[in-house]
Nanobody, 128 residues
Framework: VQLQASGGGSVQAGTSLRLSCAAS????????VGWFRQAPGKDREFVAA????????NYADSVKGRFTISRDNAKNTVYLQMNSLKPEDTAVYYC??????????????????????WGQGTLVTVSS
């Protein structure tokens, strides 16, 4: 499956932004999807993940309660709604996907190595 991330931009702290991850070339409903981010000079880190049916999600502690991941399988798209943005949320955001069967444990959704399709990244800049 091929992924295209979009929706990044420059915003003020405390505001909201919604990222989209559009998929093509596969049966999207078979895939779990994750969002990761990489801030300047830092390692890429897990942000959120959603299982193929959309009924189970997983979040990093740093975004829990502020970010919401969702999906519309009819549109082959996963969304990341980001509210109450902070300067420390500044990063390039990547979406990634893998067939659901790879995630035999929920924890595995946080492992980059489990994902075999990656989007190109979209930059989010939050200023104070």
């Amino acid at each position: 499956v091929q992924l295209q991330a979009s929706g990044g931009g420059s915003v003020q702290a405390g505001t909201s932004l919604r990222l989209s991850c559009a998929a093509s070339g596969g049966t999207f409903s078979n895939y779990g999807v994750g969002w990761f981010r990489q801030a300047p000079g830092k390692d890429r880190e897990f942000v959120a993940a959603i299982f193929r049916s959309g009924d189970d999600t997983n979040y990093a502690d740093s975004v829990k309660g502020r970010f919401t991941i969702s999906r519309d399988n009819a549109k082959n798209t996963v969304y990341l709604q980001m509210n109450s943005l902070k300067p420390e949320d500044t990063a390039v955001y990547y979406c990634a996907a893998a067939v659901q069967s790879r995630f035999t444990l929920r924890l595995m959704t946080t492992w980059m190595s489990k994902y075999d399709s990656w989007g190109q990244g979209t930059l989010v800049t939050v200023s104070s």
